[in-house]
């Protein structure tokens, strides 16, 4: 992790192998497959967060072999509780502030997650959830403040941006409520 807490590229495709174990065991194909289609489909082709091995989770003891054998091609793959806790410090950090990529990601993989934690700990992800995107949206509102004046096309781009933001932040305040329901 970094030093604020928040998921390195490789950290994310770490969280999203073993949220997809815990949702059920698979062969070690399908996983590869899985992570490769989610991370793809938020990210688009990027071969920088493509990283995290399979072997490495099982010398790290986080995954095994469902049946106990050796994991090959065809063995179906388990998370550990090593693997359960690491889930979840993954599933809590941190999101940096700022509009990247990765962000999407991150954010992508704890709703998708999400469920897999306890109440607690789903209302914590829900308020930080809405303190980025209110974060987020303060900051374009200061960007737009300080080009207020200016020519061209960036007020109405912003105004387009800080639009979106707003009806996220509009829904994930519903969510959070009603996590806290």
């Given at each position: 992790?970094?030093?604020d807490?928040?998921l390195?590229?490789?950290?994310?495709?770490?969280?999203?192998?073993?949220?997809?174990?815990?949702?059920?065991?698979?062969?070690?194909?399908?996983?590869?497959?899985?992570?490769?289609?989610?991370?793809?489909?938020?990210?688009?082709?990027?071969?920088?967060?493509?990283?995290?091995?399979?072997?490495?989770?099982?010398?790290?003891?986080?995954?095994?072999?469902?049946?106990?054998?050796?994991?090959?091609?065809?063995?179906?793959?388990?998370?550990?509780?090593?693997?359960?806790?690491?889930?979840r410090?993954?599933?809590?950090?941190?999101?940096?502030?700022?509009?990247?990529?990765?962000?999407?990601?991150?954010?992508?993989?704890?709703?998708?997650?999400?469920?897999?934690?306890?109440?607690?700990?789903?209302?914590?992800?829900?308020d930080?959830?809405?303190?980025?995107?209110?974060?987020?949206l303060?900051?374009?509102?200061?960007?737009?403040?300080?080009?207020?004046?200016?020519?061209?096309?960036?007020?109405?781009?912003?105004?387009?941006?800080?639009?979106?933001?707003?009806?996220?932040?509009?829904?994930?305040?519903?969510?959070?409520?009603?996590?806290?329901?």
């Amino acid at each position: 992790m970094y030093a604020d807490n928040t998921l390195t590229p490789k950290e994310a495709v770490r969280l999203c192998a073993l949220g997809t174990l815990a949702l059920r065991p698979m062969r070690y194909s399908a996983l590869a497959d899985a992570i490769r289609h989610f991370v793809s489909r938020v990210l688009g082709p990027s071969l920088d967060v493509m990283g995290t091995s399979v072997e490495l989770l099982k010398y790290e003891g986080l995954i095994e072999a469902a049946d106990g054998a050796d994991i090959d091609n065809g063995t179906e793959l388990a998370i550990t509780e090593a693997g359960r806790a690491e889930l979840r410090a993954l599933l809590t950090a941190n999101i940096r502030l700022g509009a990247t990529e990765l962000n999407k990601l991150i954010v992508a993989l704890k709703f998708r997650f999400l469920h897999l934690l306890d109440k607690t700990d789903q209302r914590t992800q829900a308020d930080l959830l809405v303190e980025v995107c209110e974060s987020e949206l303060a900051r374009l509102d200061d960007l737009r403040g300080h080009h207020a004046g200016d020519a061209g096309f960036l007020i109405q781009w912003l105004d387009h941006d800080i639009g979106l933001l707003q009806r996220r932040l509009a829904w994930l305040a519903e969510f959070r409520d009603a996590l806290y329901a």
